[in-house]
Nanobody, 123 residues
């Protein structure tokens, strides 16, 4: 399965962006999906995940209340709505698919990754 992330760009502090992650090759309806990010000089970190059905989500403390992850299995796509963006949200954002149906914050539980999309938040 291939993942194509899109929707990144330059936005001012307080602005919003919506990232999309489109899967191709096979359906991802039985996979939990996640978003991770990596800022310059830092390790990749967990952002958000959603179970296979979309019925349950988890967020890192740094984005809770500002970001929303969702999925449309009919479109084989996962989304990340990012509101109230801050300069510290600047990073390359990656979507990933887990071998499991339940949500995970651990990057080693994700088997396939997209190429990343850059989000830059200016102050």
């Amino acid at each position: 399965v291939q993942l194509q992330a899109s929707g990144g760009g330059l936005v001012q502090t307080g602005g919003s962006l919506r990232l999309s992650c489109a899967a191709s090759g096979r359906a991802i309806s039985r996979n939990a999906m996640g978003w991770f990010r990596q800022a310059p000089g830092k390790e990749r970190e967990f952002v958000a995940c959603v179970t296979w059905s979309g019925g349950s989500t988890r967020y890192s403390d740094s984005v809770k209340g500002r970001f929303t992850i969702s999925r449309d299995n009919a479109k084989n796509t996962v989304y990340l709505q990012m509101n109230s963006l801050k300069p510290e949200d600047t990073a390359v954002y990656y979507c990933a698919g887990s071998q499991f149906t339940d949500c995970s914050m651990k990057n080693y539980e994700y088997d396939f990754w997209g190429q990343g999309t850059l989000v830059t938040v200016s102050s």
